[in-house]
């Protein structure tokens, strides 16, 4: 298990861009795929980004292709998300979560370690 902490969130207007940070503490953060998924009220928790235990490869979901990108530092026990002309439905809870193993992974199931959740709200 690894603690995930989530920093960053807030009100942007339409447009506009946020940077999330996930701070990682407990076993060895470079093994672990990395992903961020979203929570709006009312629906259920979606994939967003993914990032495998060295960077090499991502996966993103259709609606943030080319506006958010996730990266990685092991340096510093931290991943980003990077978002970019954010639109009102960006709007939900973001959350960073782990996965053991060297694959990467979209599957809720396949990541055993959730943060606690960053706000994000995008106004028109």
């Known amino acids: 298990q690894v603690h995930l902490v989530e920093y960053g969130g807030g009100l942007v207007q339409a447009g506009g861009s946020l940077r999330l940070s996930c701070a990682a503490s407990?076993?060895?953060?470079?093994?672990?795929?990395m992903g961020w998924f979203r929570q709006a009220p009312g629906k259920e928790r979606e994939f967003v980004a993914a990032?495998?235990?060295?960077?090499?490869?991502?996966a993103y979901a259709d609606s943030v292709k080319g506006r958010f990108t996730i990266s990685r530092d092991n340096a510093k026990n931290t991943v980003y998300l990077q978002m970019n002309s954010l639109k009102p439905e960006d709007t939900a809870d973001y959350y960073c979560?782990?996965?053991?193993?060297?694959?990467?992974?979209?599957?809720?199931?396949?990541?055993?370690?959730w943060g606690q959740g960053t706000q994000v709200t995008v106004s028109s």
């Open positions: 407990g076993r060895t953060f470079s093994s672990y795929f």
């Open positions: 979560a782990a996965g053991a193993g060297w694959a990467i992974s979209r599957r809720l199931a396949d990541f055993g370690s």
């Open positions: 990032i495998s235990w060295n960077g090499a490869n991502t």
